[in-house]
């Protein structure tokens, strides 16, 4: 396939928010980019896009993750009115037109995505992978654009064999760190609650993806942003600290061996260039 390639072009990422108060990121070069999940309102989106001066009619597509409202909110509206592509799996796409709370659903902006099969959109190289989570279906995302390799995986219930593959391949990774352990046990959260939560089909801890970083680092790693923090059952600083400190165990430096960031619920991220 002819696409453009700009080996030395610089790339940026950011998350627009990122958490159960809705989800979306961004990832582009100087002239496009494409947003991952799109679950907070349009007027939000544009209004933090535009913050790094970006406007919608440089986004070439939204890739969904999965149809939690968290994550699809907006689709409806980018799809439809703004014509911006649909990137899902057939079940996903589905589950978005049925949903009770997604105005404008989707008609004409769709475009079915298969996990393992790799789809191009301009310099990127995309491929979904399947990633375990309570809803109807789950992709992660494994980008490879110019010398790049980002992976981004988000609602984990629990990290597979799939899921670690393209954890390890990325240079650049967004992996969930949803809750502190000890919290959420006890936190005020129902019984049945906290067993959906840790069921494996649920979201992952500090611990686990702290454990799973360490266990599994290389040195191709270079930038780690833990997403989807619970709001009740983490903070920014307990995250991280988890992350950093099983890091260190293993003799990783963070700051001079890998960089590590916690993107924040309903914050605009500060943007990486890489
Ligand atoms: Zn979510
Ligand atoms: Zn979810």
Redesign the pocket.
Known sequence: MQYELFPSERFSFFSLSSGSCGNSYYLGNSRYGILIDAGIGPRVIKKRLAHYGIDFSSIMAILV??D?Y??IKSVGYLGEKLHIPVYATREVHKAIINHPLVRNSLNGSTIYIEKGTPFQIKDFQITAFNVP???VD?SGYFIRFGNHRFTLA??VGTITDEVAYYICKANHLVIESNYDEEMLNNGRYPYPLKQRITSGSG?LSNRQTAEFLANNYSSDLRNIWLCHLSGDNNNPELAYQTVETHLNRKGIKVGEQVSLQVLQRNILSSKTDF
């Open positions: 993750t999965h939690h968290d994550h989570h309570d809803s789950n988000t609602d979201h």
